[in-house]
């Protein structure tokens, strides 16, 4: 007898966002309305560039390439050398267009080969989503922020994300070589997640693993994650892209076309718009620091102490109290931000509190939280 179907949603920890609806709940009854800073959903609108190379791709019949368009690969590579100085890309072998990054990344160690007997090492603050990764794949989950820990094991991947969701902390080169460093000795596969790294506000520029002073040209066992989610308002899009080693890129792009996971062409087309303009994300990157600078303000004032958050589109804040009694208590005020929980159990006395709202609702969360600080410990 075969043995019982178990089903692979069982593997998977509960959905986050299920747990504060509650809170979402209080903030939504709030006289003036809710302000949701708990997720990173873009609310601007789609440059009309964009918009524009949609509509006039929409009536191109035919199935799209897995690998893309020859002039979107040329748009992602040129696009990474201008903004983020990343030097050596081949758009024939080096990069490979995804449905959105957290898809990319949900998947990549299953379509790697990583299973069971194999360790995925996450970050100790992370995005829900590598966990999941591994957990797809039925492979052993390690949270880690440090080579030491890992003492003479080689994991089979190893995650890093700088700037970092949820707490905006860049890594430095030094770090960053460090990783290339491991990667070339043990064999294991470094993603690097960097879907944040053009919102850079101070310290250190935020440096891509496929920088040049990070690993000199030699790409072998890195791959870089890149989306157009956050710079370029496309998360409704689904546009993103996978950059690094060659032979690891043509494996995934063997398996992509076996699976049919491929970006429709008038996503291609759009992507190319956004990569050829500069000037959209400059804009938008304006428009963030104008809300940060409120909020970041209005947060210290009312006693919070803001840590890291020296990139990306988050601000890690704490009072000094559980996370979730800080999500209540803002929730009154109407606003609704993501407890620090749901990124480690080392988030548990923060909130991650998102910029991701017009100026106008940024603008009411302050007047709110300055009309009405919270009270101390």
Request: hydrophobic letters at 40%; a negative charge.
């Amino acid at each position: 007898m075969a043995a019982p179907r178990v089903p692979v949603a069982e593997r998977l920890p509960d959905f986050p966002w299920d747990s504060i609806a509650d809170a979402k709940a209080t903030a939504s009854a709030h006289p003036e309305g809710i302000v949701d800073l708990s997720v990173g959903t873009p609310i601007d609108r789609v440059s009309p560039s964009i918009q524009l190379a949609l509509a006039e791709s929409a009536a191109v019949p035919g199935y799209p390439q897995t690998k893309g368009t020859a002039r979107l690969r040329g748009a992602i590579t040129s696009a990474m050398e201008r903004r983020y100085g990343v030097t050596g890309l081949d758009p024939e072998h080096h990069v490979l267009p995804v449905i959105g990054t957290k898809e990319a990344i949900a998947w990549l160690p299953t379509l790697l080969g990583i299973d069971a007997g194999h360790t995925v090492v996450i970050p100790e603050l992370a995005y829900p989503t590598y966990e999941v990764s591994a957990k797809l794949a039925g492979a052993e989950v390690l949270r880690s922020d440090s080579l030491l820990r890992l003492g003479p094991s080689s994991p089979a991947l190893f995650y890093l994300n700088s700037p970092a969701n949820p707490h905006g902390k860049v890594l430095g080169v030094d770090h960053l070589r460090k990783m290339v460093q491991f990667a070339r000795e043990r064999g294991t596969i470094v993603v690097s997640d960097e879907c944040y790294l053009g919102l850079g506000w101070e310290g250190e520029r935020p440096r891509s693993i496929l920088d040049p002073e990070v690993c000199g040209g030699d790409f072998t066992n890195l791959i870089a994650v890149h989306s157009l989610s956050k710079t370029s308002n496309m998360a409704s899009y689904r546009a993103g892209w996978l950059a690094g080693d060659p032979k690891l890129i043509q494996e995934l792009l063997e398996v992509r076309r076996h699976a049919g996971l491929m970006n429709p062409g008038p996503i291609q087309a759009a992507m190319v718009a956004a990569l050829e303009d500069d000037g959209h994300e400059q804009l938008q990157k304006t428009l963030y620091a104008y809300r940060r600078n409120v909020l970041r303000s209005a947060l210290e004032q009312a006693g919070f102490t803001i840590e890291h958050s020296e990139a990306g589109l988050y601000l890690w804040a704490t009072e000094g109290r559980d996370g979730r009694e800080t999500l209540n208590r803002l929730a009154e005020l109407g606003i609704l931000c993501a407890p620090g929980e749901f990124y480690g159990p080392a988030g548990a006395n923060y909130v991650r509190i998102g910029l991701t709202a017009t100026d106008e609702q940024i603008e009411a969360a302050a007047e709110r939280l300055n009309a009405q600080p919270l009270d101390p410990q």
